[in-house]
């Protein structure tokens, strides 16, 4: 079945800097991936949804890129700051029916002043 | 506004007690579905739904019992609770394969 594999599990960073975290996954049939950002004691918020047919997502202050030769998805925080940290998640879905999603071990990002 | 309620947020029970964590939605969501999360593991899927009177087994369903009375509800059950499933479980709701799931705000359970 699917497997993903996210790196690093913590990653600390000065204000400023880039942060990158990396999601390898299996199933070359899987087609949504999903970037999630937990902040301390909060629930998961939907940071990003890609599809497999855009490799390149932007949103605010960060990129998101997709190498589907090489099964790999990444964040990247351009310009971090304090309130970036968090913990992030990539999910992948898989099934038969697509819904369900698999998760990566989460990255837990601090960004200090 | 779409949301997921979940019930208790916090719970603390005994080893072998029974425990049932509930989970709301308002979004007419078909899909639901129940996580735990623990250090380590990221979230893990225990038992998900399709709709009401359908449930399914996730990745991990041992241990767990799950009910869908309704669209609007899914409960995840412990009929015998252990130290191991200590945890937080989070509920989510969703509809078809390329919509993310909504999140609920977690419910930290603690077996003694």
């Known amino acids: 079945g699917e497997q993903v594999e996210q790196r690093p599990p913590h990653l600390s960073v000065r204000e400023g800097d880039s942060a990158v975290i990396t999601c390898t996954y299996t199933?070359?049939?899987?087609?949504?991936f999903f970037w999630y950002k937990q902040e301390p004691g909060a629930s998961l918020q939907l940071l990003m949804k890609?599809?497999?047919?855009?490799e390149i997502n932007e949103g605010q202050g960060f990129t998101v890129l997709l190498n589907k030769k090489d099964k790999r998805l990444s964040l990247n925080l351009t310009a971090a700051h304090p309130g970036d940290s968090a913990a992030y998640f990539c999910?992948?879905?898989?099934?038969?029916?697509?819904?369900?999603?698999?998760f990566g071990i989460g990255t837990l990002l601090s960004v200090k002043p | 506004e779409a949301a997921v309620t979940q019930s208790p947020r916090n719970k603390v029970a005994v080893t072998g007690g029974k425990v049932t964590l509930s989970c709301n939605q308002t979004?007419?969501?078909?899909?639901m579905y129940w996580y735990r999360q623990d250090t380590g593991h990221g979230l893990r899927l225990i038992h998900y739904?399709?709709?009401?009177?359908?449930?399914e087994k996730g990745d991990i369903p041992d241990g767990y019992k799950a009910s869908r009375p309704s669209q609007e509800n899914f409960s995840l059950i412990l009929e015998l609770a252990t130290p191991s499933q200590t945890s937080v479980y989070f509920c989510?709701?969703?509809?078809?394969?390329?919509?993310?799931?909504?999140f609920g705000e977690g419910t930290r359970l603690s077996v003694l």
């Open positions: 999910a992948v879905n898989y099934g038969s029916s697509g819904n369900k999603l698999i």
């Open positions: 890609v599809f497999s047919s855009t």
């Open positions: 739904s399709y709709g009401a009177g359908s449930t």
């Open positions: 989510a709701s969703g509809t078809d394969n390329n919509q993310a799931p909504l």
């Open positions: 199933d070359p049939n899987s087609y949504y």
């Open positions: 979004n007419n969501h078909n899909n």
